[in-house]
């Protein structure tokens, strides 16, 4: 089997601004599935999560209270909710950065992948609006009639992330020691462990310590964008001088020429 490698990109926090199920907080809340306590209870939690980062007592505190909330909801009607409000809620959280390295690894025959500890119903949207290959996200059970049955089917958490790539590599035939993966936080050690070039993005505390003791590549995303990512692709590979730029390695003109039509692209969607 031919290999191929591949890009791997944690979902919050490395390509988003905030935590992407408590950023549809106030959606649910207009559908009546929560109340305004449980609304002023995801504000709290966004703000803790956004302050303090993740660590594995608060990320399991979270799950719990998300499985709990959602037991007896109509998964239709957490993907319609979600579908609806995608552009108008995630869009302009995305930072600008993380679009640019998938399209750089795109236009270098790698494969894109989101892998997060959130729900599908909210990473696979994502990861069709954005265009990447692929996601890797938690499942939870629902009963026959797609009713949510407030327990998990996988949690797409630390270890559990490298195991699902893992199986995705031996399917797709991705060679995971010359791949890439992106993440803020140190619960995601595995998963930047189990790929050749681990790149730790806008990292918490102790991943920032365990990548610079360890040689890592440090990255910091700060600009979010409101431009769909359809209007920048067709920018960039509009233009023949992208390709020929990174064919010739000319990185540092190409990331001029990029930014550009980064630029561009968000003065054209006002």
Known sequence: MVTVEAAFFDLDKTVIARASMLAFGSRFFQEGLINRR???RSLYAQLIYR???ANERRLKRIESSVLALTQGWDQSVVKRIVSEALGEIITPLIYREALELMEIHHLAGRKVYLVSASPEEVVGPLAA?????????SRSKVDSEGIYLGELEFYAYGPYKVEEMLRLADSEGI???????????YTDIPMLEAVGNPVAVNPDRVLSKVARERGWELREFSHTTKISRPHLMKTLRNSAIVAALLCAGALPIFWAVL???SREATEATG
């Open 38 to 40: 449980t609304v002023v």
């Open 51 to 53: 302050y303090l980062g």
């Open 129 to 137: 609006f954005i265009g990447v290959d692929g996601f890797i996200a």
């Open 175 to 185: 060679d995971l020691g010359q791949s890439f993966a992106y993440s803020d936080s």
């Open 259 to 261: 930014n550009r039509a």
